[in-house]
């Protein structure tokens, strides 16, 4: 039957992917592009939150948020540094399952944010050069297409592009920089936040935004199959966090500094970081509009890359569709993989995000959480594991570090709002039912290793894996009770008119509070009924981390 109430777990890294020679420069160039790539974005922090509060979102973020990601990322990564990465850093420490819903979780997150980042190229594209819709899907398909070119013909090629658009973007942003301080008029601080609306809805306006260009540091793991010196990934890590957090920071001091007026601040038709640059020049705003145009390819770019070795990870682990795992025999790239990257954007890039993308948040939130929790439990369970890099704290110390991240994560999930928490219940389902599937239908790793993750012939899951299930039904049905109430004393005020407004029926608001009841009651229920299930038909005592 195996060792079931061994909470100790194998890593196995069978990828098949070709190693090359990467730089440590070039590293940094992807993690930079794929975690920061410019500004872009903050520019709705500043009019959300007020200008003193978006710059101190962005000193307290990476302290908080980013810096429990990366160097969590870096400790695991240098410890295990294999392709799939942080899914496999949760599978040694947490095992199979809920190395599954990390990985698909991640991987779903990615497959809806590579297709939106083409989207807002060609949007930006379409301010300069005005297209219909064919025109504009044509150029969309051209442009993932060429991606997809680069992609197949391995890592060098990707860090090749990252590296020379990273240096354009990064010039780009230091320009503005200067540029701001030569004209510097104002204080960048003052209001500290939007006096009209209060600190909390001004702090819940931007930490959203802020998480969200903050996120990223554990999926650039997934490529350190693809690197002869492995220590290159994690060294990035450590380089790139400060990088990016500095070239978010600056430009936006300089920027708000020397053009003041933070309400008008936005990425649509509002003040932008062109704006600054403009100041040396009208020709600069122009300029900047191709300066967005390469910061979303390159994104994509990287993205492509992360997302297909994570993908291949867990289909090498009978987790996902077998085609996944095939590699090009000339390149060494899970071509399959990347092509389905491919595929799936130019399938999604066709859309309106506005409602898919409601589901990203929560998807990500559960992965971060996950990698979390696994680093602790390593920690206590494999204490002598060698780690080439190692947060110089002893086991305690490292859960406080990670604490604030988990933390910040739960808030997200509270006040992102309505909509995204019941779109985030929705689709988390998915998910769970992708688990049984695969695992059913592939065996998942008792494919591999029947004896450490033996079968319940009665499920053909493995034991304890139906009470993993409904605990994640069961800690939803939690967070749902407690957002029912937290949402209408948060949103009460405004949330009835802004989702009427947003979703275009009066009773919208209604509508989601009443589908986050609903579903947090058959959460519960399903939850005690697994439970009761796998009792029956896996035994008492199981351990619910395998």
Known sequence: MGNLNDNKHISIDNAKIKEHDIKLYAMVFMIYSFCGSGCFGIEEMISSAGPGLALALLVVLPIIWAAPQAFTAAELGSAMPYTGGFYKWIQRGLGEFWAFQAGWCRSLSQFVDNAV?????????????????????????????????????????????????????????????????????????????????????????????????????????????????????????LIALPLIALTYFLPTLTGIASLGDWQSWGSEGGITYGNVAGLAGTGFITAFVFIAIIANLNIFNTGMTSLSRGFYAIASDNLAPKAIIKVSAKTGVPYISVISVAIVALIMCRFDFSTIIIIDVTLMMVDYVLIWIAGVTLRINEPDLKRPFKLPFNTIGFAIFVTPGILVAITALLINGTDYFFGGMVGLIIV?????????????????????????????????????ISIIFGIFAVLGAVASFFLPWYEGSWGPAYYADTYGFSNAYDFFLHGINIISVVFAATALVLIIISRKVDGPGKSIIQ
């Not at 260009?213 to 690197?227: E, K, N, R, V």
């Not at 599937?437 to 499920?459: C, D, H, M, Q, V």
């Open 117 to 237: 980042y083409i989207v807002l190229a060609v949007s930006y594209l379409n301010v300069l050069i005005p297209m219909n819709e064919t025109q504009a899907y044509l150029v969309k398909a051209g442009i993932i297409l060429f991606f997809t070119f680069i992609n197949l013909r391995g890592i060098k090629n990707v860090s090749f592009v990252s590296t020379l658009l990273s240096i354009l973007i990064l010039a780009a942003f230091a320009f503005v920089t200067v540029v701001g301080l030569i004209h510097w008029n104002t204080n960048p601080f003052t209001p500290f936040y939007d006096p009209d609306q209060g600190f909390l809805y001004s702090l819940s306006g931007a930490l959203s935004i802020g998480m969200w260009m903050f996120s990223g540091y554990p999926s650039i793991s997934t490529l350190a199959g693809d690197c002869k010196d492995k220590s290159v990934v994690y060294k990035g890590l």
């Open 432 to 468: 769970p039912l992708l688990y049984v599937f695969f695992k059913r239908r592939y065996g998942g790793l008792s494919a591999i290793n029947p004896e450490l993750y033996p079968l319940n012939p009665k499920t053909k899951l493995g034991y304890g894996d139906l009470k993993r």
